[in-house]
């Protein structure tokens, strides 16, 4: 039964697992365990966990710790699961590997039990579109199928026998502890520099994310980032998204003047029957359809599910038109990768793209951001913590401005911009200096738009 293992049972046993993080994985992962009659132990290292009290309720016969790992704890037990936003490289469990005891996360967990093929979808930017449109083009075939990961539901609560394709966004956090995946289809969509605050460098990154290869049958490729393709080692043929359509690729092709998307040199869809916004996401599109067509799902599906696709909220999402200007909420554009995106796919030269951006830079190098700054004619409006950082970086090439709050941008760039003009909330900064996530973030900012749409 759920929660009824006595303590002293859990240390007598030799199976005794470790689950580290009570937030939402480890919950999970402590329900799976339960339901699985498997002894374990749980631990944080937060001092007071937000839902301690609820862990506490869940699993009244189970050891908590909170605060600094012990390792005398993890020395004492067959396996340790850890949830994806403790570091590996923490002392504690640094010590217990030495010691010879494996350490998973709950996508090692759920591969070992999974039944149903999976596709695998990871990157910098644009996973949760892709995973999303791709679950939405198997529903859309009548697959009874499953979607989430780091998107959504937990991959554990996800488990059930009458499944037939997992949709898995997994992020580079869990695949650091993923030994093999053996996914019927598998990508990376894209790499740009993210979380430089948790890896050494942009190697130690990039490796975490080419672990998804690892057993796959199938391989879909960015070919316009060469850091997505896999090592030789994998063995398995490619299959290539982005840019002119090509045999053996999904790209784009002209036909009497109208661009489509397309299969090898088959046209496929109208770029223009796309509902999502961008150049970025016709990218989105064309990697949604090689991996649905890789993992089987019918083609007529695919287009269908494709053509009704509106995205995702908070991912270059539009808000509302003030005076011929458009403003758009890119909210979950947390990293420099993501925030180029959306600017590549708004940009409409001559007319002008305000770009509000700032917040928790994450020790990302904002010169990067600045050619297509130039390029697309865009005016920066900075919000946040790291806002001199940006400002700094990008240096006189850049009209900047800077604002104290979120609403104070949005009236700003208002101010500023002229019909034709856009305006694009896409912060290339994680937003917990500020806010409560990326989420409030994003309300805030559709919030502050609609009260001068009213006004």
Known sequence: MRGTFAVSQMIATSNLKAIIGTGITGLSVARFLAQQQQAFVLLDTRDNPPNLA??????????????????????????????????????????AREAGIPIIGDIELFVRHARAPMVAITGSNAKSTVTTLVGEMAKAAGIQVAVGGNLG????????????????????????????????????????????????????????KLRIYFGAENIVVNRNDILTHPPLA????????????????????????????????????????????????????LAALALGDAAGIPMAAMLGALREFRGLRHRCEYVASIDGVEFYNDSKGTNIGATLAAINGLARVPSRLFVIAGGDGKGQD?????????????????????????????????PVHVAQTLKDAVNLSLALATAGDAVLLSPACASFDMFKNYEDRGEQFCVAVQERVTL
């Open 153 to 208: 539901t937990p991959a554990l609560e996800l488990l059930r026998d009458d499944i037939e394709l997992y949709v898995m966004e997994l992020s580079s956090f869990q695949l650091e502890t993923v030994n093999k995946l053996n996914a019927k289809v598998a990508t990376i969509l894209n790499i740009s520099a993210d979380h430089l605050d948790r890896y050494p460098d942009m190697r130690a990154y990039i490796l975490a």
């Open 366 to 398: 904002f010169t990067e951001l600045t050619a297509s700054l130039v390029a697309s004619r865009c005016v920066l409006v900075l919000i946040g913590r790291d806002a001199p950082l940006i400002a700094s970086a990008v240096g006189e090439q850049v």
């Open 54 to 95: 609820a862990v506490q309720a869940e699993f009244p016969g189970v050891r908590v710790e909170c605060g600094a790992l012990n390792a005398e704890t993890l020395l004492a037990c067959h396996e340790i699961i850890v949830s994806p936003g403790v570091a590996v490289a923490t002392p504690a469990l640094v010590q």
């Open 234 to 285: 994998v063995g398995a043929k490619p299959v290539y998204f982005g840019g002119r359509a090509d045999f053996g690729a999904f790209g784009l092709l002209d036909r009497d003047g109208e661009e489509y998307l397309a299969k090898n040199l088959t046209p496929l869809l109208p770029a223009r029957e796309l509902k999502i916004r961008g150049r970025h996401n016709i990218d989105n599109a």
